[in-house]
């Protein structure tokens, strides 16, 4: 049974941050490309950031270079480091673990993310 089980979030300052975890329970980590992706309420779920085979990232345009995205392939964990944190950063975030080859796409509950003062 495929299971990712995200923790980290809470509440955060503007301009704080919080890191992220994901692990990955009941695939092979090594072949899927993992990512966090994020829903604020009224608004569609976007892209924050993906990693495949340690090195290859993708970002949303929104991060601007505050977010890092990071495994540690040992734990099949993936990390989301979020620096530099703003009110529109609050959201639910998502952990997914996807492969294209046969087409297969899995999601974590969410962990919630506040930015606020």
């Known amino acids: 049974q495929v299971q990712l089980v995200e923790s980290g979030g809470g509440l955060a300052q503007p301009g704080g941050s919080l890191t992220l975890s994901c692990a990955a329970n009941?695939?092979?980590?090594?072949?899927?490309?993992m990512g966090w992706y994020r829903q604020a309420p009224g608004k569609q779920r976007e892209l924050v950031a993906t990693?495949?085979?340690?090195?290859?990232?993708e970002y949303g345009n929104f991060v601007k270079n505050r977010f890092i995205i990071y495994t540690d392939n040992a734990k099949n964990t993936v990390f989301l480091q979020m620096n530099s944190l703003e009110p529109e950063d609050t959201a639910a975030y998502y952990c997914?673990?996807?492969?294209?080859?046969?087409?297969?796409?899995?999601w974590g509950q969410g962990t919630q993310v506040t930015v606020s003062s």
């Open positions: 009941g695939i092979n980590f090594n072949i899927y490309t």
């Open positions: 990693i495949r085979s340690r090195l290859f990232t």
């Open positions: 997914n673990a996807r492969r294209t080859a046969p087409m297969t796409d899995f």
